[in-house]
C-alpha cells in the first residue's frame, strides 16, 4: 500500500491483481483517491466479495471512473 500511496497523486489506472481483497482493503485503496476522485480512469481489482456496499462505494468515492474490472473470488 505504501508504494500506491507514493504515486497516488499521478495515477488514472490502477490494477491490482493476484490477491483477493476485502471491503475494507478495497476502501483503504480507494481513499488514496479521495483528494481527485474525477482522475482516476480506470481500475481493476480482485475482490473476495461484490457487494452493493462495494459499488455504492466505487460510485461515491470514484465518481469519474470510466471502466472498472472487479474479479470475484470463487466461493466453490
Known amino acids: 500500500m505504501s508504494l500506491i ?13 493476484y490477491r483477493y481483497l476485502t471491503y475494507l482493503e478495497v476502501a483503504d485503496v480507494i481513499d ?19 457487494t452493493p456496499n462495494l459499488f455504492g462505494l466505487l460510485a461515491r468515492k470514484l465518481p469519474g471512473l470510466l471502466s472498472l474490472t472487479l474479479v470475484i473470488e470463487d466461493a466453490n
Not at 500511496?5 to 491483481?17: D, Q
Open 5 to 17: 500511496r507514493r504515486v497516488a497523486n499521478s495515477l488514472t489506472c490502477l490494477r491490482l491483481t
Open 32 to 50: 488514496l483517491f479521495h483528494h481527485r476522485p474525477h482522475d482516476m480512469q480506470h481500475l481493476s481489482l480482485d475482490v473476495t466479495l461484490a
